[in-house]
């Protein structure tokens, strides 16, 4: 078979033109350091590059609202070991002043610290993040969620919740009634039966209440003062176990965004040696 001059020329040019593409690709390959610069240099390593890169994406966000959820159980974890301490003493007042032997001017010391101890701990309801945002009153962020005149509840209904990883959101921002106005299941009921003392800051009231109330002259008048004082005493174990089993989730969820946290890193590692692979 014999070529003529012209399909010779044509082969050449051909050559030429395919070598200068390879040597340019050689080229982008070299300089960028990754094996698949175009999709067309090879399909199926491109579209799992894709996926790599939406998946790393993804995971990225995912650290970003664990970080943000941290901050937020953190702080929250941080003002209840407060008001654990402030209702811990609170019940070392309270048992002091049921003493049957103290002085009306006694117990009216007494009235004056524990609403030293009530007004802290409504400050710390009302407790606010480095944003100005209320930590307890749910989605109402921008209103305090207890009332300084009775310590009534009037933030949001929901919790806050974060998608912390593509199966898991955890609340991260209780709402102030499921802490201050809660009790658990197996609470310390009422030897006669009645309702038991929901809200901390009532308790509270009604034990000051008690201390104001001169007592000195009357056997009855201390019988109702007693009574209120135990009724309060009784709240006060209430109120702290409920504040404690609280707590205590917050310390579940700081363990498992950290454990997540662990595993996430891990994933990042994985793509990244894979995405420089598929380079």
Known sequence: MRFSTQMMYQQNMRGIT????????????????????????????????VVLSQAQAQNSQYTLARTFATQKVSLEESV??????????????IVYASNGTLSDDDRASLATDIQGLRDQLLNLANTTDGNGRYIFAGYKTETAPFSEANGDYVGGTESIKQQVDASRSMVIGHTGDKIFDSITSNAVAEPDGSASETNLFAMLDSAIAALKTPVADSEADKETAAAALDKTNRGLKNSLNNVLTVRAELGTQLNELESLDSLGSGSRFRANAADERSG
């Not at 209840?80 to 007042?93: D, M, P, R, Y």
């Open 18 to 49: 395919n070598s200068q593409a390879e040597w340019m690709k050689y080229g982008e390959q070299m300089s960028t350091g990754k094996r698949v610069v175009n999709p067309s240099d090879d399909p199926i390593a491109a579209s799992q590059a």
């Open 80 to 93: 209840l070991s407060q008001v654990t301490t402030a209702i811990q003493n609170a019940q070392e007042k």
